[in-house]
């Protein structure tokens, strides 16, 4: 099974924090090495570094079991707005189901300021998400709904 990390960019803010407090110790005569620093050629983003790791442990698992005889690794970039719109051009990609909107207002809209659980009108609504981050939901707007305090717990 294939678990893709999903706290990567936590933990590297976290490491940026410990060199921040390492810079700020007062190391004055310390010699300066920003200058002489580059990144190596074949250099990848450590998120990325982490899914090639994964899938070359994917598959050395996968040859245990099974011969393998050929690898052949695709890699596409899918434009997902073009997947719900294939007229979409030019400037309309900037202007997409959210332009003008913030988030809960558009949902609000969207579901005619009422909660989609009970119909509930004049209480304060919430921004839910349908299927939760936890189980693998995303932020996007399909993912989201508006519901009351009562019906979001």
Same mark, same amino acid.
């Given at each position: 099974?294939?678990?893709?990390?999903?706290?990567?960019?936590?933990?590297?803010? $976290?490491?940026?924090?410990?060199?921040?407090?390492?810079?700020?110790?007062?190391?004055?005569?310390?010699?300066?090495?920003?200058?002489?620093?580059?990144?190596?050629?074949?250099?990848?983003?450590?998120?990325?570094? @982490?899914?090639? @790791?994964?899938?070359?442990?994917?598959?050395?698992?996968?040859? $245990?079991?099974?011969?393998?005889?050929?690898?052949?690794?695709?890699?596409?970039?899918?434009?997902?707005?073009?997947?719900?719109?294939?007229?979409?051009?030019?400037?309309?990609?900037?202007?997409?189901?959210?332009?003008?909107?913030?988030?809960?207002?558009?949902?609000? $809209?969207?579901?005619?300021?009422?909660?989609?659980?009970?119909?509930?009108?004049?209480?304060?609504?919430?921004? $839910? @998400?349908?299927?939760?981050?936890?189980?693998?939901?995303?932020?996007?707007?399909?993912?989201?709904?508006?519901?009351? @305090?009562?019906?979001?717990?």
């Amino acid at each position: 099974v294939m678990d893709v990390s999903n706290n990567i960019p936590k933990k590297l803010e $976290e490491r940026r924090g410990y060199r921040r407090q390492r810079r700020s110790r007062n190391t004055r005569y310390r010699k300066p090495r920003f200058n002489n620093r580059k990144k190596e050629e074949r250099w990848l983003a450590p998120s990325i570094r @982490h899914k090639l @790791h994964l899938h070359k442990r994917l598959v050395e698992e996968i040859q $245990e079991i099974l011969p393998v005889d050929d690898i052949i690794v695709e890699v596409a970039k899918f434009d997902t707005q073009k997947m719900e719109n294939p007229e979409i051009k030019g400037k309309e990609y900037q202007h997409g189901t959210l332009h003008g909107y913030n988030i809960k207002h558009y949902l609000l $809209e969207k579901f005619n300021y009422e909660c989609i659980y009970c119909g509930a009108k004049d209480t304060p609504l919430e921004v $839910e @998400h349908i299927v939760p981050k936890s189980r693998g939901g995303s932020d996007r707007v399909d993912n989201l709904t508006i519901s009351c @305090h009562d019906c979001n717990q």
